[in-house]
């Protein structure tokens, strides 16, 4: 399931347009159709998802260890269209800081959006080696103070 909801996502971000990157977006419900139109696995197709939101904490988790943006953002409350609380909580989880939830989230669908439509390669690698050096910074750090 986590495999097909990321490659739903990851459709629905590169075809996104970035000057409105909203129109990207799809309800929990949707998504849980568009996964499982059959309602197989009731905790993805239908409320509460009790399946499906730890499903996209992991596509999520995934998308930020290789420097790319939480495709989970372009999943939406079909009451507010806006991300469930839930959004805002993995996030500070994966040590983002996120001061106002909405706002993050806002800035976080659009970095999707931008960074899935540009269909550009180069931008993908650079993104998971910026990540990589990253860690390896983080690491020479610890190793510094260790030796200290």
Same mark, same amino acid.
């Given at each position: 399931m986590e495999r097909d909801i990321h490659r739903h996502l990851l459709r629905l971000a590169k075809e996104g347009d970035p000057a409105n990157?909203? %129109?990207a977006c799809i309800s929990y419900k949707g998504l849980g159709m568009a996964i499982d139109p059959e309602g197989r696995n009731l905790g993805m197709s239908r409320p509460p998802?009790? =399946?499906m939101f730890p499903a $996209?904490?992991?596509v999520s988790m995934y998308e930020v260890e290789h420097g790319r943006p939480m495709l989970s953002a372009l999943v939406v409350s079909q009451d507010t269209? =806006?991300?469930g609380p839930g959004f805002a909580e993995l996030a500070r989880h994966l040590q983002f800081e996120v001061e106002d939830d909405e706002a993050f989230?806002?800035?976080e669908l659009k970095e999707a959006v931008r960074?899935?439509?540009a269909n550009d390669p180069v931008l993908i690698?650079?993104?998971a080696v910026d990540r %990589? $050096? *990253? *860690? $390896?910074?983080q690491i020479k750090a610890l190793l510094r103070k260790r030796s200290a």
């Open positions: 990157p909203a %129109v998802f009790r =399946t $996209l904490g992991h269209g =806006t991300a989230w806002r800035r960074f899935w439509s690698v650079d993104a %990589v $050096l *990253e *860690e $390896l910074k």
